[in-house]
């Protein structure tokens, strides 16, 4: 299966609306500035090829099918398939089996989005895999069930809220997917119960090693779960913040060395308990956070090749990173990247593969490349804050404004004393 028109969308929308204050009716027809949200949700796929959907109907069944009966889509087909009780996100999959494409798409009908399904669906095929999920770091991990990945973007563990000290970082399950039916080998014919996706099956498929795979996107994808959510969600909308976060539309970031500009400077961060935040940086990145600028973390970390620490041991402390700002403001990075290479030769315990002459090293720019074509970044509107030559070096190769973060006049061009007179600068 190669085109988006063949895929089936499935949708969730037996969740009850009550405590949104909505009465008795259910979440999905929450009101989106004068349009019920599912009617979004499916006119969004609609405008993105999708033809055929499928509505997994719960409490309020009756009410969606008159409202959708009431309207005229054209040229899409609509199932209503409605629970005889509760089977929770997952086991409702137990009804649909015969009636999906080899690969659907899965969307929770209290979300709002708006993202570039094309580029989400030809990740997913490429990968060839059961599942993937789109994540995404948010403002509340805490209440979140998170993710775990490996540097090819696999799921290696999924970890259900409630949690206390997850060893893993803020990527959060964004309710978002697409599955190949091999998935409905977890799904039994007949449920006893309630199976919910992240509770039940998604931890179960991590265990058995499935292939499944994280679509890491910064595109804006929320739940309505709260009544300020759905204010929140509103507002968002009118100012048109939903929609310029599509990847069809160019995006700007601001790109953020680590060490001495997001944690204190030592000489080579290589263990857990040497990682400490800035006293700005957690600030500073809520008020990226709140902007309509991606932060992107870019960072040279040659100890690695030189053999002073594992991928594994600088994962562990970019975990620390995000919890310690999640759990100062809520605050986080869009993306991390960093260059584990070194091209000198010549130390003890070196690790030889990463001994080389690579592109994405500062002052070459390539993880700022790399960044641009993952998220759609237009370079020449974004910035780099750095706390070394070699990082505005970076970032003027690819015509991205650069500031320089330090005390003596090294570069008085670029020069700054805090990171808040650079955001100062580009935020006004
Ligand atoms: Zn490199």
Redesign the pocket.
């Known amino acids: 299966m190669k085109n988006i028109e063949e895929l089936t969308a499935v949708f969730l929308v037996g969740g009850k609306g009550t405590r949104l204050g909505l009465g008795d009716l259910p979440k999905p027809l929450v009101d989106i500035q004068g349009i019920p949200l599912l009617e979004r949700m499916i006119l969004n796929f609609q405008n993105q090829g999708i033809k055929n959907f499928i509505m997994l109907c719960g409490f309020g069944a009756s009410k969606i099918e008159a409202h959708l009966s009431q309207k005229q889509f054209d040229n899409i087909n609509i199932k209503i398939i409605i629970e005889p009780k509760p089977l929770g996100t997952a086991g409702s999959f137990s009804l649909i089996k015969d009636i999906v494409s080899d690969k659907f798409i899965v969307v929770y009908g209290d979300l709002i989005f708006d993202l570039d399904l094309n580029k989400f669906v030809s990740y997913s095929l490429n990968k060839n895999c059961t599942a993937v999920l789109y994540a995404h770091p948010n403002d509340h991990p805490f209440d979140s069930d998170l993710i775990k990945i490996n540097l090819d973007n696999k799921i290696v563990d999924f970890i259900s809220k409630p949690h206390v000290n997850p060893s893993c970082g803020n990527l959060s399950n964004a309710a978002f997917y697409l599955f190949d039916k091999a998935i409905f080998k977890y799904i039994p014919e007949k449920i006893e119960g309630i199976l919910d996706w992240g509770k039940d099956i998604f931890p179960k498929m991590v265990a058995k090693k499935e292939k499944m795979y994280v679509y890491r996107g910064t595109e804006y994808i929320k739940d309505i779960g709260t009544k300020e959510r759905i204010l929140k969600a509103n507002i968002d909308f009118k100012k048109g913040k939903i929609l310029s976060k599509n990847y069809k539309y160019k995006q700007k970031a601001i790109f953020f060395d680590r060490d001495g500009v997001i944690n204190e400077e030592i000489d080579g961060v290589y263990e857990i308990s040497k990682f400490k935040l800035r006293g700005e940086a957690a600030e500073i990145l809520k008020r990226v956070n709140l902007s309509n600028f991606l932060a992107i973390c870019v960072t ?1 970390q040659p100890g690695i090749a030189k053999g002073f620490m594992k991928i594994e041991d600088l994962i562990q402390i970019h975990n620390k990173m995000e919890w310690l700002l999640a759990n100062a403001n809520g605050s986080f990075f869009d993306d991390i990247y960093f ?3 070194h091209p000198e030769k010549g130390f003890p315990g070196e690790i030889k593969k990463y001994k ?1 002459d ?4 500062k002052p ?1 720019p ?1 993880m700022l490349i790399e960044a641009a074509k993952k998220h759609n970044i237009d370079l020449s509107s974004s910035y780099l804050i750095g706390d070394n030559l070699r990082d505005i070096e970076a970032g003027e190769a690819v015509n991205v404004k650069s500031f320089l973060l330090c005390e003596e006049s090294l570069d008085k061009e670029h020069q700054i004393n805090k990171i808040s007179e650079a955001l100062d600068q580009i935020l006004k």
């Open positions: 040279n260059c584990p290479h080389i690579c592109e994405c090293r070459k390539g």
